[in-house]
């Protein structure tokens, strides 16, 4: 079955302590990115890859890291992660940038305490 | 990057009753993408417009692109309890600008 995944589904975690959101492609997509979404702001793209080993920030990239070394994979990393950072996270992928359907995971709901 | 304006927030219908978000942007879009999130699922991506003045359907659903490849709209025709869910635009480039969304509630 064709599908993005991402985990944990749910994480609460305190000020300062280091994360990583795993996210995973079984389609062969050269095109992910990670979005933020908050209510009353819609989806806010954190980070974008259009191949491995390509990255570029999105319109909120400030606190996040990414990697991509391989091509299903692109975990999105919080080094010292702060209560601004509460959010429900979409990890999404799509076959060429600007030119395709994305395919959204389930989102990881984080809460920093 | 371009910023794109959705209107209305939230919108409110009777069963049966249609409904229209709309999608402004102040430059140029090359292509514009449809989402709907269902209430505690992820966007699942509805339809791509490319062409200036572009009109698409999908039974109840029609989808247009202005003239000038500044504007979008969607218009559910006789919404279902189905519709119910937020559905949001998208400006398409490398960069991936989502509108707000508008949050449709349906009254059986």
């Known amino acids: 079955e064709a599908q993005v995944t991402q985990n944990p589904r749910y994480l609460i975690t305190v000020t300062g302590k280091k994360l990583t959101v795993t996210c995973s492609q079984n389609m062969n997509h050269e095109y992910m990115s990670w979005y933020r979404q908050d209510p009353g702001l819609g989806l806010r793209q954190i980070y974008y890859?259009?191949?491995?080993?390509?990255?570029d920030k999105g319109d909120v990239p400030e606190g996040y890291k990414v990697s991509r070394k391989e091509k299903r994979n692109f975990p999105l990393i919080l080094e010292s992660p702060s209560p601004n950072q509460t959010s429900l996270y979409f990890c999404a992928s799509g076959g060429l940038a600007g030119a395709d359907t994305q395919y959204f995971g389930p989102g990881t709901r984080l809460t920093v305490l | 990057g371009q910023q794109v304006m959705q209107i209305p927030q939230y919108q409110h219908v009777q069963e049966g009753e249609d409904f229209t978000t709309y999608c402004n942007s102040s430059?140029?879009?090359?292509?514009i993408q449809w989402y709907k999130q269902r209430p505690g699922g992820h966007p699942v991506f509805l339809i791509q417009l490319v062409k200036s003045g572009e009109v698409k359907k999908q039974k109840r659903l029609t989808f247009q692109f202005g003239e000038a490849k500044k504007n979008s709209s969607l218009h559910i025709t006789a919404t279902q309890t189905t519709d119910v869910g937020t559905y949001f635009c998208?400006?398409?480039?490398?960069?991936?600008?989502f509108g707000a969304g508008t949050r449709l509630t349906v009254k059986p």
């Open positions: 430059t140029t879009l090359s292509n």
């Open positions: 890859s259009m191949n491995v080993e390509v990255t």
């Open positions: 998208a400006a398409n480039n490398n960069d991936m600008r």
